[in-house]
């Protein structure tokens, strides 16, 4: 779920943002969080979420044309990748007759299928819910404990898209 992953990455820092010490290492730090947040995802190392260490920069090449400075840079990301397998908590988006839409995280779109769902049934109203024999609801706002059972990278949307089920021991509406 959460990884500690080494990166490299070429920063270009604009040759009106060039200083000398302290200043070019902000100058190079703001750049490459910019550059991160841009990035938003891989499918390789799941969101990204924080800079948590940046281990080597080097002393960087002029581009001719602009100007511009390019370093390259070596730091350790927090991210999150969710895992087949993996047990996780969601809060319910969208309650739809064939299944629950949740979130978790920076993952917004995991669907429950209705025949993931063991003893739930629907109940259409206003606010539709999922009720089981024992009276618990699936609903709205509701977190929901899930097992994640399939993981697909969308390349153009740079997102992952998970199926998740309730059937298992502890799972389902906290």
Known sequence: ???????????????????????LQRAIIIQLLEDIADMHASGEHGYFLAVTKLKKCDRGRV??????????VVF????????KGEILQGVADRILKHGVMLKCGPVDKIFI???MMKDFRFIQGENPIFINNDNLKLEKDGTIRFKVIGVRWMEIEKEFRMLGSLDGDYLGPI
Do not use: H, W
């Open 1 to 23: 779920m959460f990884f500690e992953v080494e990166m490299q990455r070429n920063v270009i820092v604009p040759a009106d943002q060039m200083y000398t010490g302290l200043l």
């Open 63 to 72: 581009r001719d044309l602009t100007g511009e400075v390019v370093f390259t």
């Open 76 to 83: 350790d990301c927090l991210t999150f990748k969710p895992v």
């Open 113 to 115: 299928s209705q025949k």
